[in-house]
């Protein structure tokens, strides 16, 4: 199988598996005390460049999402 | 803890949230390639990267720690990077690819969903409140 397949239910499937993934882990490490997403952004906070390359991609997205996708 | 501290909390108060949902309906009612929202969207930007440079280089409190061993902890850390990791390669994959329907990026798919008005201003509201969060004190 190639990746990406070129087939778009399986592209789709694949999204899903990722989002499951992420959402688990999420649900994982909240459970078990461990380091949840907030955990690793609030880390990211703390470390001015780190921070500020969240920031660039936050507007990245915003303009990206909002700006330059056409519906 | 000081008023000017708790300026910034991970929950917007109700105004704050109202003021969020509110510029993000009328931000969404313009359409996406003009420039009423090109604008829209620029000012939040400019506000935060400007108050963001307006703090400078100030550490941050270290992140409350857990009482869990270094361990275990660097685990969840990698599995998370390696989750992002594995995210952002399979949008990359699907982004140098084409036609865009068979292979469906993360902002081809946003654009299914921003036809819905109403999920398009819910969507720039969470935008909103993101920054927020990443502003938080």
Same mark, same amino acid.
């Given at each position: ?71 | 803890?000081?008023?000017?501290? &708790?300026?910034?909390?991970?929950? *917007? ?18 359409? *996406?390639?003009?420039? +009423?929202?090109?604008?829209? /969207? ?16 100030? &550490?941050?409190? +270290?992140?409350?720690?857990? +009482?869990?061993?270094?361990? /275990? ?25 084409? *036609?865009?329907?068979?292979? +469906? /990026? ?8 921003? /036809?819905?008005? *109403? ?19």
């Amino acid at each position: 199988m190639s990746l990406p397949p070129h087939d778009r239910a399986a592209n789709l499937v694949l999204w899903a598996v990722i989002c499951a993934a992420l959402a688990g882990w999420q649900i994982l490490t909240a459970r078990r005390q461990l380091p949840t997403i907030a955990t690793v952004v609030r880390r990211a906070r703390e470390w001015w460049p780190s921070r500020l390359v969240l920031l660039l991609g936050w507007a990245w997205l915003g303009w990206h999402l909002f700006v330059r996708t056409s519906y | 803890v000081s008023a000017a501290a &708790r300026r910034f909390t991970s929950v *917007p108060s109700g105004s704050v949230a109202i003021s969020f949902v509110v510029y993000a309906a009328v931000a969404t009612s313009f359409a *996406p390639w003009t420039w +009423p929202m090109r604008v829209a /969207t620029a000012i939040p930007i400019a506000a935060v990267l400007a108050l963001a440079l307006g703090r400078g280089r100030h &550490r941050r409190q +270290p992140a409350p720690v857990r +009482p869990v061993d270094r361990r /275990t902890q660097a685990v969840a850390f990698t599995g998370w990077l390696v989750l992002i990791a594995i995210a952002v390669s399979f949008q990359l994959a699907l982004y140098r690819s084409q *036609p865009r329907d068979t292979y +469906p /990026t993360l902002s081809s798919l946003a654009a299914e969903v921003f /036809t819905v008005q *109403p999920l398009r201003a819910a969507a720039f509201a969470l935008w909103l409140w993101l920054a927020w969060y990443f502003l938080e004190r």
